[in-house]
């Protein structure tokens, strides 16, 4: 019964993408919060990641002999949600910058 519950006590859920303010539109207290937001969901995103890597570390704690196409298909897939991940992040950061840049140009 331990054995089924361990993967459930790991279960990685993946953050919802926190919204960026238009920088053309936005209010100071709008880019405000979203800056909040976008460091909110950059920090649960790094618990997404470090929860991926711990449950791959408790599943080849667990895992007694496998097939090295089995241990390379979930290695591969670690890498896949890891890689995905961290895009995603540099995406978000990257549509952030540029709204603020679009809001500063603005406030000139």
């Keep these: ?3 089924f519950a361990a993967p459930l006590a ?3 859920d993946y953050p919802t993408r926190a919204d960026v303010p238009d920088g053309t539109t936005a209010t100071k207290d709008e880019m405000i919060a979203g800056q909040r937001g976008v460091k909110a969901y950059m920090g649960a995103m790094e618990e ?3 929860c991926i890597e711990a449950t791959e570390q408790e599943t080849v704690a667990g895992a ?3 097939d090295e196409e089995a241990k390379q298909q979930r290695i591969d ?3 896949k949600k890891y890689n995905a991940a961290v895009e995603e992040m540099n995406l978000l950061a990257e549509e952030f910058n540029t709204q603020v840049r679009a809001y500063k140009e603005r406030s000139k």
Excluded: F, H, T, V
């Design 48 to 50: 997404y990641l470090s």
């Design 10 to 12: 790991l279960a990685c």
């Design 77 to 79: 897939m670690l890498n």
């Design 1 to 3: 019964m331990a054995i």
């Design 64 to 66: 007694d002999e496998q």
